[in-house]
């Protein structure tokens, strides 16, 4: 059902939007990943394992398949899941980090690792 409904409406969006990302949610949604990383127009994909499953770091499979792919990786689950996934496909270039927020009191801590990055 998928590669009948789901995933041609996915082209026809992907190929009218300057950039694009899929929210690829839970588990379930994993035998979907080849056919989705197949989009040419598709950017990027957010993986969300879900609920009772092992944290976005712990995925090294899937973020591996993502990059071989050319498509950038989403992640927002704080700089030690961001730092793992970079050490799984090599590289910080293809990773967008969108990092929870924190409290005000760890306002240093937070700019010293954003320092690590090269981000002041």
Known sequence: MFE???RPELVRTCNKLDHTIYHLDRIGELTHLKSILKIKTLDAVQWVPGDGQNNQS???EVYQQIHSAGKN????????CLDAVAKQIGTYSSIHHTPLRFPIEQEVQVRE???????E
Not at 73 to 80: C, E, L, R, S
Not at 113 to 119: K, S
């Open 113 to 119: 690792r954003l320092a690590q990055y090269g981000i």
């Open 73 to 80: 990786i989403q992640i927002w689950d704080g700089f030690d």
């Open 58 to 60: 712990l995925w090294p």
């Open 4 to 6: 009948e409904f789901v």
